[in-house]
């Protein structure tokens, strides 16, 4: 399992799912965001939907 922090002041976005999907960089793991931290508009883009 893979596990991230985020700090924001938009929490209504957050929380909402069990799990929350997580979006890293396979060569630098260590730089990672949780799906809902990115724009709305941006999701589909990233997640592939």
């Keep these: 399992m893979k596990e991230a922090s985020v700090k924001t002041h938009v929490t209504h976005n957050l929380g909402d799912e ?10 630098n793991p260590k730089e990672a965001l ?3 931290a990115f724009p709305k ?4 883009l990233i997640a592939g939907v």
């Design 41 to 44: 508009k941006l999701r589909p």
């Design 18 to 27: 069990a799990e929350e999907p997580l979006v890293y960089d396979s060569q």
């Design 34 to 36: 949780l799906l809902d």
